[in-house]
């Protein structure tokens, strides 16, 4: 895939998450409205006391990879059965914001679970219906911020790709205050926290990582 097709790809994905979800979430829901059972991604498993995911680091993380490629292949299907696949354009991401998610460092504590109302779950993942993108990708090194300057040694990083909606975002901003070890983030802070990447350059350079 050339990286204009791959640009073209993310922004796709990006519309498509954000149309499905402005469809589907409640306020009065935050844990079931945007954790649609037709998209449940194939890598999360039931544990006692809860759920955890299979991301694959023993095989560069394809599992993760893989997921979400199909959950965001049968997401556009729904769409298009449903006529209502957006059209080419500009993106409006309706009021919400872009969140990263590090699986690698959750330690499943639970807090940021029940202080998000529940849309994020007890693994540090928010709401399935939300996932745009996983990646395993290179890291531009120059631009590390002085508070993550040991991440001066990573070549790359991990991490999913979400939309949070704009009815939910005091309730991540919430999750993100109490998470003990700063697993997830919004896209906008990639830089500062040590995940400067092309990916989310070129999010940034069309205007979605504002906020």
Same mark, same amino acid.
């Given at each position: ?33 945007? @954790?649609?059972?037709? +998209? *449940? ?7 006692? #006391?809860?759920? !955890?995911?299979?991301? /694959? =680091? ?16 049968? @997401?556009?299907?729904? +769409? *298009? ?7 080419? #354009?500009?993106? !409006?991401?309706?009021? /919400? =914001? ?114």
């Amino acid at each position: 895939m050339t990286r204009a097709s791959e640009a073209e790809s993310l922004i796709r994905r990006v519309a498509e998450t954000v149309t499905w979800c402005r469809a589907h979430v409640s306020v009065a829901d935050p844990k079931n409205s945007l @954790r649609t059972v037709a +998209l *449940r991604p194939g890598n999360l498993r039931e544990i006692p #006391g809860g759920v !955890d995911y299979v991301w /694959g =680091r023993e095989v560069g993380f394809r599992t993760g990879v893989e997921a979400v490629d199909d959950l965001v292949d049968r @997401r556009g299907e729904l +769409l *298009r059965r449903e006529g209502n696949s957006p059209g080419a #354009g500009a993106i !409006d991401l309706r009021g /919400g =914001r872009l969140l990263i998610h590090d699986p690698e460092d959750s330690d499943q504590c639970g807090l940021s679970e029940s202080d998000s109302g529940y849309f994020i779950d007890i693994a540090d993942v928010p709401a399935w219906d939300t996932w745009i993108d996983f990646r395993y990708e290179d890291r531009i090194p120059s631009e590390v911020d002085e508070r993550f300057s040991h991440r001066a040694t990573w070549s790359k990083v991990t991490y999913l790709l979400c939309w949070v909606p704009a009815e939910f975002i005091p309730l991540v901003d919430r999750g993100i205050m109490v998470n003990p070890v700063e697993c997830f983030f919004w896209a906008s802070e990639y830089r500062r926290r040590g995940y400067d990447t092309e990916t989310l350059r070129r999010l940034e350079s069309v205007g979605l990582l504002a906020g």
